[in-house]
RNA sequence: GCACGGGUGGCGGAGCGGUCAAUCGCAUCAGACUGUAAAUCUGACGCCCUAUGGGCUACGAAGGUUCAAAUCCUUCCCCGUGCA
């Protein structure tokens, strides 16, 4: 079980500084959680993850339970023991794979529609690969195309075995292109999903209920009320939330209103540096989000601009970009991670360009650094009453 | 010196009379990526413009054949291999 302590208030924001205890530890919140789907932070040791001042890791039960399935997991001692992590750690239900493998897939977009878009999912509609039922929904493994079938009692019992301190309710994340007949049809769908979520879990990990409800603001503020009233131990946040930082925070804002103040919220999925302050502030306690990693393996790397002092700049680096090739600046002069303490901008080009697997591993140390370390900024900004 | 083989855009390498500014790799540049299907995907890539279209210059060089040539012929210049 979790037990979670507000310890600092904001009176500028929403913003809360708070103790997450958990079987495997206590972190500090607001905090960002790595995001570890196969049961690693992808590149990353779990030694590597501490120096990169990682509090929370969270897994992917869709995931581990295609490859290795939960029984192996479990058989190594769980997942903290299978990965040597023994710090807290959160397994996602699959719900999000609803989504991504889904319509997702289909439509090729990701949960936030970037562009305007006249296609609309209605309800009913069902995407190619996956079928989702009042039960549950039926995948294809993508490693050997094996049915598979993931609903509420599946999802529990898979994440009882995988042995995370938490764990979430089975939901399904809907497409940005759903329209509100869908998004009402799926959060009700996904109400009921938690109620047996509730009464099938057996074990002693928290549960954190999900609020749905896509863009609009009514199935928000319903899903926030009904998810408030379960007994549940925190609260997930899903889905799309509009396509900008300011209706983002907007629809936090209504959505956090409803939820009772005593309990750990987490923003699943969101997390680039632009929204990062702005969640803060609206009272998120812990979020995940894979830009650090999945940048990282892409060539990127993100740095802190300017002098400091203020509100914090930062800017994004293509070290594909041939430029760099001379040059023997770290990635980040400020940045005291390994390797920014250690490698140039020009020795990192030409490894990716060799396309080696070290500099993958090099940008996603710094990245996950950067990240930790400026959530760990702005949690202290809140505790020094100026955020 | 003779005999073959070859010289194509930044590089490698297709094409071998029209649909070729030229397949495809690589390199380069740009864009995307938010509970990871992702060490991935998309686009541009001779020059110029009033740019889902138009113009110009191009396939070693110079001539020629043809309505039409990177593609055929002649000469020359390079490169590789073999024989002297």
Same mark, same amino acid.
């Given at each position: 079980?979790?037990?979670?302590? #507000?310890?600092?208030?904001?009176?500028?924001?929403?913003?809360?500084?708070?103790?997450?205890?958990?079987?495997?530890?206590?972190?500090?919140?607001?905090?960002?959680?790595?995001?570890?789907?196969?049961?690693?932070?992808?590149?990353?040791?779990?030694? &590597?993850? *501490?120096?990169?001042?990682?509090?929370?890791?969270?897994? $992917?039960?869709?995931?581990? !339970?295609?490859?290795?399935?939960? &029984?192996?997991?479990?058989?190594?001692?769980?997942?903290?023991?299978?990965?040597?992590? =023994?710090?807290?750690?959160?397994?996602?239900?699959?719900?999000?794979?609803?989504?991504?493998?889904?319509?997702?897939? &289909?439509?090729?977009?990701?949960?936030? #529609?970037?562009?305007?878009?006249?296609?609309?999912?209605?309800?009913?509609?069902?995407?190619?690969?996956?079928?989702?039922?009042?039960?549950?929904?039926?995948?294809?493994?993508?490693? &050997?195309?094996? *049915?598979?079938?993931?609903?509420?009692?599946?999802?529990?019992?898979?994440?009882?075995?995988?042995?995370?301190?938490?764990?979430?309710?089975?939901?399904?994340?809907?497409?940005?292109?759903? =329209?509100?007949?869908? $998004?009402?049809?799926?959060?009700?769908?996904?109400?009921?999903?938690?109620?047996?979520?509730?009464?099938?879990?057996?074990?002693?990990?928290?549960?954190?209920?999900?609020?749905?409800?896509?863009?609009?603001?009514?199935?928000?503020?319903?899903?926030?009320?009904?998810?408030?009233?379960?007994?549940?131990?925190?609260?997930?946040?899903?889905?799309?939330?509009?396509?900008?930082?300011?209706?983002?925070?907007?629809? #936090?804002?209504?959505?956090?209103?409803? #939820?009772?103040?005593?309990?750990?919220? !987490?923003?699943?999925?969101?997390?680039?540096?632009?929204?990062?302050?702005?969640?803060?502030?609206?009272?998120?306690?812990?979020?995940?989000?894979?830009?650090?990693?999945?940048?990282?393996?892409?060539?990127?790397?993100?740095?802190?601009?300017?002098?400091?002092?203020?509100?914090?700049?930062?800017?994004?680096?293509?070290?594909? $970009?041939?430029?760099?090739?001379?040059?023997?600046?770290?990635?980040? *002069? *400020?940045?005291?991670?390994?390797?920014?303490?250690?490698?140039?901008?020009?020795?990192?080009?030409?490894?990716?360009?060799?396309?080696?697997?070290?500099?993958?591993?090099?940008?996603?140390?710094?990245?996950?650094?950067?990240?930790?370390?400026?959530?760990?900024?702005?949690?202290?900004?809140?505790?020094?009453?100026?955020?």
């Amino acid at each position: 079980m979790i037990t979670f302590k #507000l310890t600092k208030k904001s009176k500028k924001s929403n913003a809360r500084v708070g103790i997450l205890k958990t079987p495997h530890g206590s972190i500090e919140t607001p905090s960002f959680v790595n995001v570890a789907t196969q049961a690693t932070v992808k590149t990353l040791t779990s030694q &590597d993850l *501490k120096s990169c001042g990682a509090q929370m890791l969270i897994s $992917n039960t869709y995931h581990l !339970h295609i490859r290795p399935g939960e &029984d192996a997991v479990k058989k190594h001692g769980g997942v903290h023991e299978f990965m040597k992590w =023994d710090g807290p750690v959160m397994t996602d239900s699959g719900g999000f794979q609803v989504f991504s493998l889904g319509f997702g897939k &289909d439509y090729g977009t990701g949960k936030i #529609l970037k562009q305007k878009s006249y296609e609309k999912i209605k309800q009913g509609a069902q995407p190619k690969l996956v079928k989702i039922t009042e039960e549950g929904v039926e995948f294809r493994s993508y490693i &050997d195309g094996k *049915k598979l079938f993931l609903g509420p009692k599946e999802s529990m019992g898979i994440q009882e075995k995988i042995g995370a301190d938490i764990i979430f309710a089975f939901d399904e994340c809907t497409s940005p292109l759903a =329209d509100y007949a869908y $998004n009402k049809n799926a959060l009700e769908r996904t109400q009921r999903w938690l109620l047996q979520c509730i009464k099938a879990k057996k074990s002693d990990q928290a549960l954190y209920g999900i609020v749905q409800g896509g863009k609009y603001k009514d199935l928000r503020i319903a899903s926030a009320q009904f998810t408030a009233a379960q007994k549940v131990d925190g609260f997930g946040i899903g889905g799309e939330f509009g396509d900008s930082t300011g209706t983002m925070k907007s629809m #936090l804002h209504t959505v956090l209103k409803e #939820l009772p103040e005593n309990k750990p919220r !987490h923003l699943l999925g969101i997390g680039h540096l632009k929204d990062i302050e702005a969640i803060i502030k609206e009272g998120v306690d812990t979020f995940d989000c894979i830009t650090p990693t999945h940048y990282a393996r892409h060539g990127y790397a993100f740095v802190q601009k300017g002098k400091g002092g203020g509100k914090m700049q930062w800017e994004k680096l293509d070290l594909n $970009n041939k430029k760099y090739l001379l040059s023997k600046d770290p990635i980040d *002069k *400020k940045c005291d991670c390994f390797t920014c303490t250690t490698y140039t901008r020009g020795y990192l080009h030409h490894l990716l360009r060799a396309y080696e697997i070290t500099p993958l591993r090099l940008l996603t140390i710094h990245n996950v650094y950067f990240f930790n370390k400026y959530v760990a900024s702005l949690r202290n900004a809140v505790k020094k009453g100026q955020l």
